[in-house]
């Protein structure tokens, strides 16, 4: 058998991780010496303001190529179409004046304060028993004629929402016995500016004002004006009138306790024409 060489035993390096760079953030120190004619320097605070322009418009390019054109406002195709992904989007006809409905609100025959030919006839349908009617007549009421003096009929209309405010159709029916002997609205606001209502208080209010206690007794027992307070309360739910209070204000409409400020400007517009 010839004579083999001697095997040599060849060292092998032992494996590791490959070293994988970790990004971390440029320093944005300028340690070689440089002349100032070739080089910008920037401060931190000047490089994060200039990434984030460019973030931003990079940010609407790509909205831009996966969306469309409809995500830019101001611009429209050829064809009045904004294509996108899921089907055409057509364009919305542009309003330049917000659409005003003016609804036919009688106001004659009905109890109102103020003068008969103001140039503003605020027509409110509404519930005593009502705690949002109640902190509007708080809050707003006064304010608002004191705000517009001579300007302003205010009509008061009924919509008692029986099913959730027993008390209420009795308390309308009581004013308007109250109305018989002219002191429609001194009982009207003690209705307002009190929490308290049944009989016990109808009477009470009644006594207060001095009227007489067996024609208003009697009017209120008689049940007398329950057809006029549920013909109110048929217009106003035929008209749409889902919630107290509902105001009309030349029979544009305003929904809700709203505060004062949001009556003067329907207000204000409507003195200055400026609503059709």
Same mark, same amino acid.
Request: net charge negative.
């Given at each position: 058998?010839?004579?083999?060489?001697?095997?040599?035993?060849?060292?092998?390096?032992?494996?590791?991780?490959?070293?994988?760079?970790?990004?971390?953030?440029?320093?944005?120190?300028?340690?070689?010496?440089?002349?100032?004619?070739?080089?910008?320097?920037?401060?931190?605070?000047?490089?994060?303001?200039?990434?984030?322009?460019?973030?931003?418009?990079?940010?609407?390019?790509?909205?831009?190529?996966?969306?469309?054109?409809?995500?830019?406002?101001?611009?429209?195709?050829?064809?009045?179409?904004?294509?996108?992904?899921?089907?055409?989007?057509?364009?919305?006809?542009?309003?330049?004046?917000?659409?005003?409905?003016?609804?036919?609100?009688?106001?004659?025959?009905?109890?109102?304060?103020?003068?008969?030919?103001?140039?503003?006839?605020?027509?409110?349908?509404?519930?005593?028993?009502?705690?949002?009617?109640?902190?509007?007549?708080?809050?707003?009421?006064?304010?608002?004629?004191?705000?517009?003096?001579?300007?302003?009929?205010?009509?008061?209309?009924?919509?008692?929402?029986?099913?959730?405010?027993?008390?209420?159709?009795?308390?309308?029916? =009581?004013?308007?016995? #109250?109305?018989?002997?002219? /002191?429609?609205? *001194?009982?009207? $606001? &003690?209705?307002?500016?009190? %929490? !308290?209502?049944?009989?016990?208080?109808?009477?009470?209010?009644?006594?207060?004002?001095?009227?007489?206690?067996?024609?208003?007794?009697?009017?209120?027992?008689?049940?007398?004006?329950?057809?006029?307070?549920?013909?109110?309360?048929?217009?106003?739910?035929?008209?749409?009138?889902?919630?107290?209070?509902?105001?009309?204000?030349?029979?544009? =409409?305003?929904?809700? #306790?709203?505060?004062?400020? /949001?009556?003067? *400007?329907?207000? $204000? &517009?409507?003195?200055?024409? %400026? !609503?059709?």
């Amino acid at each position: 058998m010839p004579n083999m060489p001697p095997r040599i035993k060849k060292e092998i390096d032992p494996i590791t991780e490959p070293n994988i760079p970790i990004y971390t953030e440029p320093d944005l120190t300028i340690d070689a010496p440089v002349s100032e004619e070739d080089t910008i320097t920037f401060k931190r605070s000047h490089f994060y303001s200039v990434l984030s322009i460019l973030t931003f418009f990079a940010g609407i390019l790509v909205g831009y190529v996966v969306w469309g054109t409809s995500l830019l406002p101001g611009l429209k195709s050829n064809s009045g179409t904004a294509a996108r992904a899921n089907g055409p989007v057509v364009e919305a006809p542009v309003t330049a004046e917000p659409k005003f409905v003016r609804y036919d609100i009688p106001s004659k025959g009905f109890y109102s304060i103020g003068p008969t030919d103001a140039p503003i006839t605020i027509v409110e349908f509404s519930d005593y028993q009502c705690p949002f009617c109640r902190r509007w007549h708080a809050e707003v009421y006064e304010s608002l004629l004191a705000a517009y003096p001579g300007k302003i009929k205010m009509v008061y209309r009924n919509l008692p929402l029986t099913s959730i405010h027993p008390d209420a159709q009795a308390a309308a029916e =009581a004013a308007m016995c #109250a109305g018989e002997q002219n /002191v429609y609205w *001194q009982y009207h $606001d &003690k209705l307002f500016s009190s %929490e !308290i209502l049944g009989s016990g208080a109808y009477a009470q209010y009644a006594q207060e004002l001095n009227l007489d206690m067996i024609t208003f007794e009697a009017c209120v027992s008689g049940e007398k004006y329950k057809a006029a307070i549920q013909a109110d309360s048929d217009f106003a739910v035929n008209l749409g009138v889902r919630s107290t209070p509902t105001f009309f204000i030349n029979g544009l =409409a305003i929904v809700g #306790a709203q505060p004062l400020d /949001v009556f003067q *400007q329907v207000i $204000d &517009k409507e003195l200055a024409g %400026e !609503i059709p």
